[in-house]
């Protein structure tokens, strides 16, 4: 099975940059996504690594290490629209498909 | 436009009783889902369906029925043997095995039970 840790919370002042990580455990691994939800809405995708390293857009980065089971988002130049949920997911191919497993998420508070 | 279009938004229903979530995308997508959401919690995943009649359960699959006759459509059931309903529910479809993965999610549907 699949096994994801995140801190629950993160605070940050506006227009500085946050790092919100995610360890995962698993018995099958393709690729680790990131999702950003507000408050009562849906889950959207904002990235997605299947190699190590950094991928970058815009003002997000999400960074992959698949030997330390490690992944991270990294958001610069904070906006007040950022705070919302963020949740890692671990995506691996079953049959002729992905399947993702969530982590618990990061709710990110965002302050002047 | 695209999307996924989840009905109803918000559901009540007395215990003992079943309902069924509707939801439908008009992405061409293969592969639909079906995730639980409880507050402060992440999203865990109750059945999903690569191809039309064909789909696997996840890991909270129990109380919970699906069927998909068509690519469009995959309605969800929660019956009465579902000990703990009430929760926010999130379908979502993707491509299959090309690109990112990415989910598409619909607005999601609030089921409460009185």
């Known amino acids: 099975g699949q096994s994801l840790e995140q801190p629950s919370e993160v605070t940050a002042v506006e227009g500085a940059i946050v790092q919100m990580n995610c360890t995962y455990q698993?018995?099958?691994?393709?690729?680790l996504s990131w999702y950003q939800q507000h408050d009562g809405g849906a889950p959207t995708f904002l990235s997605y690594?299947?190699?190590?390293g950094l991928e970058e857009t815009g003002r997000f980065s999400s960074f992959l290490s698949r030997s330390d089971s490690y992944g991270y988002l990294l958001l610069q130049e904070l906006q007040m629209k950022d705070s919302a949920s963020y949740f890692c997911?671990?995506?691996?191919?079953?049959?002729?498909?992905?399947?993702?497993?969530f982590g618990t998420g990061t709710q990110l508070k965002v302050e002047l | 436009d695209g999307g996924i279009t989840q009905s109803p938004k918000y559901l009540f229903r007395k215990e003992g009783q079943n309902v069924t979530l509707s939801c439908e995308q008009n992405?061409?997508?293969?592969?639909m889902y079906w995730y639980r959401q409880d507050p402060g919690q992440g999203l865990r995943l109750i059945y999903y369906?690569?191809?039309?009649?064909?789909?696997q359960k996840g890991d909270i699959a129990e109380g919970y029925s699906v069927s998909r006759e068509k690519k469009e459509s995959f309605p969800l059931t929660v019956t009465s043997a579902q000990k703990n309903p009430t929760a926010f529910y999130l379908c979502?479809?993707?491509?299959?095995?090309?690109?990112?993965?990415?989910?598409?999610f619909g607005e999601g549907s609030r089921l409460t039970v009185l």
């Open positions: 979502a479809s993707s491509m299959t095995r090309r690109g990112t993965g990415e989910l598409f």
């Open positions: 698993t018995s099958g691994f393709y690729g």
């Open positions: 690594n299947a190699l190590d």
């Open positions: 997911a671990v995506r691996e191919l079953t049959g002729g498909g992905n399947k993702l497993t």
């Open positions: 992405l061409n997508h293969d592969a």
């Open positions: 369906s690569q191809i039309v009649n064909d789909f």
